[in-house]
């Protein structure tokens, strides 16, 4: 058991073998993506709350010299497993350092991060911060390509219905919520089986949404050339999940 805030080691082991399918329709269009901006193997790829790896895995066997950060470290394990060869390290965003200090963001020729992480990041003021930190991070010439959760997203979601699902070793049910403006949260129940026995944990997750225009600015005032994209590739994207992509201007 681990001490962190969201994906502790049910709910992450859930995430990994039952809600895979975003990162892998997203994968192929984020490599695409590198590969058309001239990132060449051994270049340095930094994956944003990385989660149990599977991205990262892609990008290594692209021939990327990865590197992944996770607030979870029963992600950052699963991650080690699934992609050896990574660099995986448990930091949260923001992590409130400069590039270089001890804790900062690993400096990359490019950023990407799918699962709406930085809706995650505790407040609006932080989630500012969290994307100029990424900003600061990306080497000149590099690109970056993150998921963003905006409010049209939160707007469209049924709240009254939870989402259940049973699986053979575990079950997960969902409620939503939307406590207050800009939130959109999640309660969190799983039901793990152990040896004969089901364990049981809560998590509750705090999204807060965030507007696409006001991501932009921020990259663009800190050197990033930004845009606002329907999806990573040809996959279709919820309602309201949105894709800011950028370029950090030559030094
Ligand atoms: C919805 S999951 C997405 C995981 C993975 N990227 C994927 O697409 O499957 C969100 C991830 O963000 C991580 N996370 C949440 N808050 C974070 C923070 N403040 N800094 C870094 N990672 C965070 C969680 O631990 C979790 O792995």
Known sequence: MTGALYYRDDLAWVHHTGYTGYVLNAERGIVERLRKHGLEAGQRVLDIGCGSGLL???????????????????????ARAQAPGGDFQAIALPTRRRPGEDGALPAADAIVSTGHVLNYVGSRDDIALAFAELAAALRPGGMLAVDLMTERYAAARDLLHPHANVRDDWTIVTRFSRPAPH????????????????????????????????????????GVDARCEPAFGDETLPEGLVVITGVKRAA
């Open 56 to 78: 990262a895995r892609a990008l290594l066997a692209q021939g990327y010299a990865v590197a992944g950060v996770d607030a979870s470290p029963a992600m950052i394990e699963l």
């Open 183 to 222: 939130r959109f949260d999640r309660e969190i129940t799983v039901f793990r089986r152990v040896d004969r026995h089901w364990r049981r944990s809560d998590e509750h997750h705090a999204n807060v949404t965030f507007e696409a225009d006001a991501a932009l600015q921020i990259l663009r005032d800190h």
